[in-house]
Nanobody, 127 residues
């Protein structure tokens, strides 16, 4: 199983930015659809963004469109989430995940079906 390790979370004021990184452990990374998800206590894990294997296609949940950007560097086996204009409601534990089976077009806006997960990184936005 591929190992995923997130980094870059922290405590920031509303309106500021963070960039999350997720490093994968193997060189088949470029064959995975990748995603970012977030979760707060008492709620189910929420879709944030996905990116296709080559990085040419992306999808975002409505609440982050125009503020967040998902990208990937297959040479570095890493996926990123640039988060700008952060809001208090963006607070949560952010997870990266790999879908080793489905192409981007077949992946819905859901955590269901992703086959590998990182441990999560905390993002806290103060108002």
């Amino acid at each position: 199983q591929v190992r995923l390790v997130e980094s870059g979370g922290g405590l920031v004021q509303a309106g500021n930015s963070l960039r999350l990184s997720c490093a994968a452990s193997d060189r088949t990374f470029s064959t995975y659809t990748m995603g970012w998800f977030r979760q707060v206590p008492g709620k189910e894990r929420e879709f944030v963004a996905t990116i296709s294997r080559s990085g040419d296609r992306t999808r975002y949940t409505d609440s982050v469109k125009g503020r967040f950007t998902i990208s990937r560097d297959n040479a570095k086996n890493t996926v990123y989430l640039q988060m700008n204009s952060l809001k208090f409601e963006d607070t949560g534990v952010y997870y990266c995940a790999a879908d080793q089976i489905r192409p981007w077009a077949a992946v819905p806006e859901s955590a269901v079906g992703f086959t590998a997960w990182g441990q999560g990184t905390q993002v806290t936005v103060s108002s």
